[in-house]
């Protein structure tokens, strides 16, 4: 079950992270080309400095080098992707 609930919070924040356009910048279609490259790997979430989750460190890295302005905020996820229940 919990295994279910990290890919389902996984797939989310892909999806949102995939969706949004970059902060500080205007929609780009060279960020938009860039940010395909940006693929995920292994789960190990990281929370950006623009309050978004990444599933891992290299895939902020990938977006920051794409032209987002983002740096490494905390390891896990950002607490407004966790669920009620874990937020502290």
């Given amino acids: ?7 389902l919070l996984l797939g989310i924040c892909i999806a949102v992270v995939a969706s949004s356009p970059p902060r500080g910048g205007s929609s ?17 979430p990281v ?10 460190i290299e895939v902020l890295q990938c977006y920051k080098g794409c032209g987002r302005n983002v ?8 607490k407004k992707d966790l669920p009620p229940s874990q937020r502290h």
Avoid: I, W
């Avoid at 740096?71 to 950002?78: D, I, T, V």
């Fill in 1 to 7: 079950m919990s295994k279910l609930f990290v890919f």
């Fill in 28 to 44: 780009t279609d060279g960020f938009k080309q860039c940010k395909k490259k940006c693929s995920g790997g292994h789960l190990n």
């Fill in 47 to 56: 929370c950006g400095t623009d309050g978004d989750s990444y599933p891992n």
């Fill in 71 to 78: 740096e490494l905020a905390s390891r896990g996820f950002c």
